[in-house]
C-alpha cells in the first residue's frame, strides 16, 4: 500500500477540501485531517483503478505486480477510510452515518465511472455527460465534504448542501482533467473513446450533415492519429471554446452559489472559493489561435 501511495501522487491539493469544509464551519481544519487522509486513500485507490480499466499504465513501476496492486488498491480505498472513521472518537450515530458516505460514495462513483465506460457518443448530450461527471467524480468530492460537514457538528440541511457543493465541485474538477488530457498530447480520451462534456458539446452543436462525419472520427480515433488529430481540431475551435469558457463560468458561479448559501467562516470561504476558480479554469485555446500566434512570432 505503501508502494501505491508513492506511485499514486496527487498533483494537486485536492486533500484539503475536508479540512476547508471543517474550518468553514468551525474555524479549525485540525480534527479534520483524519478525513484528509481518507480522502487521499479514496483518490489513490480510484486513480489506479481507472488505469486500470483503461489499461494504461497499471504497472506500479516494477515494484507491485498488477495483481498486488489491485488488491492493495482495493484496501486502500475501502477497508483504510472505515479503519480511520471506526479510529475516531465520536457518538456512534455519527462514525455509522461517516461509514455510510464512504460505501456509498464508492457505489455512486463506480456506478458513474461505469457509465463513462460504457459512454456511447451516438446519443451523448450535455445532460447526460454531467450525470455521468456527477457520479464518477462528484460523487468522491461530495462524499468528502458532506463527511467534513458531519465531522463538523452542524445540520443536517448544511451537510446536504457541502454534499451538492462537493458534486458541483467534482463536475468542474472533471472539465479541469479532461482539458489536461488534451494539453498533454496524450489524447487519452480520444484513444479511449470516451465522451467529455467537450466533445458532446461538440456534437449537439453540429449541423445535421456534419453530426456523421464527428461519429465517423469518433469510432476511427482510437486506430487512427489522423481521426485523432482532426477530432482534436474540431475541439477546440473558437466557437466550441466560447461556449465551453461559458458553461464553464455556469458550472462555477452555482459552486459560488452554494458557498455564499452555506456562509460561515471567511478567511477559509476565501481559500475555498480559489481552489473552485482553480478547477474553473479555461486552459484550452483555439488551435486558430495558436496558429495565428506562431505566425505573428
Known sequence: MAKLLEHRKLRHPLSVLPLLTHAIETGNPRPAIPLSAVHLLWWTSACYLDDLADANG???????T??????ASVITGN?????????????????????????????????GQIDDMRGDIGSA???????????????????ITAMAAMFSGTTAEKVELWREFGYVFGILWQIFNDQEDILSGRDEDLLNGTVTYLLASV????????????????????????ARNELA?????????????????????EAYRILDELGGDESYLSVLRHLVDHASQMLLESELTVVGAASAA
Not at 497499471?58 to 507491485?64: F, K, M, N, Q
Request: with cysteine.
Open 125 to 143: 448530450t450535455r445532460k447526460s455527460v454531467v450525470e455521468t461527471y456527477r457520479g464518477k467524480s462528484g460523487a468522491p468530492f461530495g462524499m
Open 58 to 64: 497499471a504497472r506500479i513501476s516494477g515494484e507491485l
Open 203 to 226: 456534437l449537439e452543436d453540429a449541423p445535421a450533415d456534419s453530426k456523421e462525419h464527428i461519429l465517423g472520427l469518433c469510432a476511427t480515433a482510437g486506430r487512427s492519429v489522423e
Open 66 to 71: 498488477e495483481n498486488e496492486a489491485l488488491l
Open 79 to 111: 477497508a483504510l477510510p472505515i479503519q480511520i472513521v471506526l479510529d475516531q472518537k465520536l457518538p456512534e450515530s455519527v462514525r455509522g452515518a461517516l461509514v455510510t458516505e464512504i460505501l456509498t460514495g464508492w457505489i455512486i462513483g463506480v456506478d
Open 233 to 253: 481540431g474540431l475541439l477546440r475551435t473558437p466557437v466550441a471554446l466560447d461556449r465551453y469558457r461559458t458553461e464553464i463560468d455556469g458550472f462555477r458561479a
